[in-house]
């Protein structure tokens, strides 16, 4: 009942941190993706692509979880309404891009459907 | 308490129950032909409402939450209850979505879910104690 999460790199302009979740992004689940992700935080990860492409279900817990990664690497205050440099997603389902919209995060975050898209924009 | 209707589902209430919670959501919606979208809202809505029950209903003590789901003609409406502590959302507010997001509260984005998701959400006080919610989505159902 867990979530899979599996860390991968890629290179882009810089150094990308690719985290690719597998599961149910709920109340119960969301801590080990704020854990994975402050852990790869600590150990030098700057830049973060989320690949959402095994994600079913997120619910608002999820994005408490991309709120506070947000946080983690957007050290420097950017003036105004502006779009993470840092954090990226990539190829959430509909159902999940759908709350994404309602939520008001793709303001602050770019989404891709296109890996090779998402690393180039990096 | 006697007269109660007796709910299709009813779980320990903890954060493993939610999964369960959506498992009949999603059962019940392919039995009443619900459509994908419809389906994708009613999962979230009760996800988020029985994530309050856990999380701010019961806190640290045990409980049960129950669930019922049905066709309502074209719509489905949808009732949860629990016995937890009385919860007053009136003052839960929604989340600023035109703040930069490092400047946003954390939280409030359930019962904001909620409301935005269906096209109606009542929440009461249950007799005897307790919460109960109805939840009705229209047009859910593609004959």
Known sequence: ?122 | MGDEQAFDLSVKANLECLKKVRQYISQTATRLGVNNEALGDLLLVVDEAVTNVVIHGYGDDEGQVEVQMQADGDAVSIQIRDRAETFDNSHVNAPQLDTELKDRPFGGMGIFLIRKMTDEAEFMARPGGGNEIHLLKRDAITR
């Open chain 1, 1 to 122: 009942m867990g979530l899979d999460i599996m860390v991968g790199h890629a290179k882009g302009n810089v150094p990308i941190t690719v985290l690719r979740i597998e599961g149910d992004i709920d109340a119960a689940t969301h801590k080990t993706l704020q854990d994975k992700a402050a852990e790869q935080v600590e150990t030098g990860a700057t830049h973060i692509l989320l690949d959402l492409g095994g994600v079913n279900y997120m619910g608002s817990a999820g994005f408490r979880a991309i709120h506070a990664i947000t946080n983690m690497l957007n050290k420097e205050a950017a003036p105004g309404l502006s779009k993470s440099p840092y954090l990226k997603l990539l190829g959430p389902t509909d159902a999940v891009a759908r709350v994404i919209k309602t939520l008001g995060f793709d303001v602050y975050l770019d989404i891709y459907q296109d890996r090779d898209e998402a690393i180039a924009s990096y």
